[in-house]
């Protein structure tokens, strides 16, 4: 399948920015089941200063706002080919070492409520199918709800709200599989969508490390693993590692974000 995906994010500032730097983890990865075929960035009110590849292996771009930029415009275009691989990703690459996603983070770290979800798991069951009846726990007991939680939300904290998103169910996935013992990381990318093209935001799901596999997606939300229709983008130890825009930025009080994204099955001929 060939996946084409349009994603502009516009920023308007209450007043001229003096300064501002922003982080992008916004270029696919050719890995398994992937490959980019094209994929071009543009920019206005900034300017690209350099990429990297980072310890994640994801690909990142360092932009600077022109001085007194009251809006900036972030626009990425690209094809990626995909297959569907079960979820699989194989073996670990990057320049983490694997006991970095055992580690709990501020945003994973376990408590009572992550505890008792996994007192609840069935016993003596193989290390995937924990997993997966993980991944059924957490859907059952998260009901999928935007504006209940933001980006500092903890594990813990999406449990007591019962409520959350894509973001939310995998931090608390990724949490409990840490606190099993089992490596996990987050991802951020894109999914197509049968129902519609034109989308708020895009997607997360978590990524764990199963012996004799190696990474396994779960997409906790739909309660699938990732298949053709999934496009990775970044990944890391949780949202903080993988966000796809973080910066900083001086003279602005206020701004507003604006997202337009599309995302659909590219024809042969299109």
Known sequence: ????????????????????????????????????????????????????????????????????????????????????????????????????????????????????LLAALPDEASMLDSLHNLSTLIRARVEYSAGHTDAATTAEGVLAAGRGVCQDHAHVFIGGARAMGIPARYVSGYLMMDDRIEQDAGHAWAEAHVEGLGWVGFDISNGISPDARYVRVATGRDYSDAAPITGIRYGARDEAMHVKLAVEQQHIGQ
């Open 1 to 116: 399948m060939r996946i084409a995906v349009d994603h502009t994010t516009h920023y308007v500032f209450s007043g001229p920015v003096s300064r501002g730097l922003q982080r992008l983890r916004l270029m696919p990865k050719t890995s398994s089941g992937q490959r980019v075929i094209e994929w071009n960035m543009s920019f206005e009110g900034a300017q690209l200063q350099v990429q990297y590849e980072d310890s994640n292996s994801n690909h990142v771009s360092l932009i600077s706002f022109n001085p007194g930029a009251t809006e900036v415009t972030i626009r990425c275009e690209g094809v990626v080919a995909t297959n569907d691989e079960a979820g699989i990703i194989g073996r670990h690459s990057g320049f983490m070492p694997m006991w970095q996603f055992v580690e709990q983070t501020d945003l994973t770290r376990t408590g009572p409520k992550v505890r008792s």
